[in-house]
């Protein structure tokens, strides 16, 4: 009965390598995320999806390229990986309901990708 | 967005009331005030949100005076499981339900 689960749990790998991380939600939410956690513990949110659709891109490198192949899945592919890159990544969804208070985001347990 | 001022860390013991004060100077007329909670290895859970007066949850209470400028996330009889960091944030859907988190309040629960 998980909300929001994010697959894998732990991911290390070397500089250079490409990689993904799976998130998908059962609540019914039009509106994904992906936000990343650094070792500052600084969480910031990196994309948001509705409906499959790019609704925020916030200054990524194109090396990070999110997908959405339906409204309860959205992914993240990494390429080239970087050191800088080792952080934990953070899927959550929502609502997206237009207007009012901001909506309550729904997280998933974290993937924590360490770059060698 | 709002920016938001919160104190690094706290500490307390249990069964103690917790109040962590957030500021925000900036907020706008259409912000609403909401708190996350996060434990370690864990994604951030909502616990309260509000935009005027007081508001009560079961978990919570969130207390907004009436220049809105600050906020007072109080916790009532806190557990060693409350033990987490809590993120105070302010913003509205205009903003794409865009959640800026600041560095959040280090809450250590001791026995």
Known sequence: ?116 | LAKTTQPISMDSYEGQEVNITCSHNNIATNDYITWYQQFPSQGPRFIIQGYKTKVTNEVASLFIPADRKSSTLSLPRVSLSDTAVYYCLVGDNGSFQKLVFGTGTRLLVSP
Not at chain 1, 24 to 35: K, P, S, V
Not at chain 1, 37 to 53: A, C, G, P, V
């Open chain 1, 1 to 116: 009965d998980t909300a929001v689960s994010q697959t894998p749990k732990y991911l290390v790998t070397q500089m250079g390598n490409d990689k993904s991380i799976k998130c998908e939600q059962n609540l019914g939410h039009d509106t994904m995320y992906w936000y990343k956690q650094d070792s500052k513990k600084f969480l910031k949110i990196m994309f948001s999806y509705n409906n499959k659709e790019l609704i925020i891109n916030e200054t990524v490198p194109n090396r990070f390229s999110p997908k959405s192949p339906d409204k309860a899945h959205l992914n993240l592919h990494i390429n080239s990986l970087e050191l800088g890159d080792s952080a934990v990544y953070f899927c959550a969804s929502s609502f997206g309901l237009a207007g009012g208070p901001i909506e309550t985001q729904y997280f998933g347990p974290g993937t924590r990708l360490l770059v060698l």
